[in-house]
């Protein structure tokens, strides 16, 4: 299907439209081997050769981010309610990235997003058990035996949650932090599993998946993740059905 020059070169990472368009005036795009002096020119990526700088670009071109989620913005592409969503946080790169699983409105920290749809899925499918490790700051001073339950595996909405790994973090006098580590996704299970042994979860934070963790990037900023943070994502474990990891 043809489109404009700018579009392609947009939708492929390379650069904004606005930009794409200066490439274009500097004489730095070609199309089937010639250089592309007219703005409205058309091309289709399936059948054309589109160079910038010589080398011919890649509409395949597979990214992966780690996003430091803040509170208050939803885990889609679009929200009928106006409110902001994740999208907005990494507009400037032009590739249409979708995120890999959810978090809630009022849970921050680490998101992935990417444009490889079987990257996402081998992180979120239960086969793989890709760790989340979250941060709660719970209500009240939860007992070693409540704790254990959380270890155990505990009953929510009917059914019986894997087992976690539990960590205090900090006890203070009405409220504790504390480290939870879980493999599956099931909605607000984090809050749901402090429910059940009586424990409101006030702020919660996803920190890691896998060994890749958020660190010190700054909330409401990304970083572009190499292979060796892909690696970290499945701790060492790398299912090798996923092509997309380089060695
Ligand atoms: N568990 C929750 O309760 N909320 C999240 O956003 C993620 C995990």
Known sequence: MEERLQKILAKAGIA???RAEELIREGRIKLNG???HEMGCRADPARDIITCD???INLERKI?????KPKGYVTTLSDPQGRPIVSDLVADISLRLFPVGRLDLDTEGALLMTN???LGNAILHPSFEVNKTYEAMV????TQERLRLLEQGIAIDGVRTSPAKIKVLQRRKDRTLVEIIIHE???RQVRKMFQAIDHRV????RTAYGDLRIGELPVGKYRILTPFDLKKIFSGKIPFTIKNIPA
């Open 116 to 118: 490889d749809g079987e």
């Open 34 to 36: 010639l250089v592309v």
């Open 139 to 142: 209500t009240g001073s939860p």
């Open 64 to 68: 992966y981010l780690l996003l430091n």
């Open 16 to 18: 904004s439209r606005r």
């Open 202 to 205: 006030l702020h919660l934070k």
């Open 185 to 187: 996704g099931k909605k």
């Open 54 to 56: 010589g080398t011919p």
